[in-house]
Nanobody, 120 residues
Framework: QVQLVESGGGLVQAGGSLRLSCVAS??????????MGWFRQAPGLEREFVAS????????NYADSVKGRFTISRDNAKNTVYLQMNSLKPEDTAVYYC???????????WGQGTQVTVSS
């Protein structure tokens, strides 16, 4: 069983920064061997992809809306994935979710989410 726990959300003014963390646990789970991602869902909207980091080779992908502002990284020793968010905008306001793709077929494990609110 895989458990993902996000933290680091909060209220920040536009232009500010936040760093989200996602601690992964499970009897045999380690983030090194899995693709990890961040998604977000704003009120009334569908959940959308934000960023991902692949297993092993550390390839990263970003949504166009966050490129150049957000950075995904991971600390394998801590089994933790991070999302550094800079130059935040009010439109970044959403619940942010951490996710894991353990089978290479899509993100099937999800955290409970952490709220990010950016005020103008």
């Amino acid at each position: 069983q895989v458990q993902l726990v996000e933290s680091g959300g909060g209220l920040v003014q536009a232009g500010g920064s936040l760093r989200l963390s996602c601690v992964a646990s499970g009897r045999t789970f380690n983030i090194y061997g899995n693709t990890m991602g961040w998604f977000r869902q704003a009120p009334g909207l569908e959940r959308e992809f934000v960023a991902s980091i692949s297993r092993g080779r550390l390839n990263t992908n970003y949504a166009d809306s966050v490129k150049g502002r957000f950075t995904i990284s991971r600390d394998n020793a801590k089994n933790t994935v991070y999302l550094q968010m800079n130059s935040l905008k009010p439109e970044d306001t959403a619940v942010y979710y951490c996710a894991a793709d353990t089978a290479g077929t899509g993100f099937e494990h999800w955290g409970q989410g952490t709220q990010v609110t950016v005020s103008s």
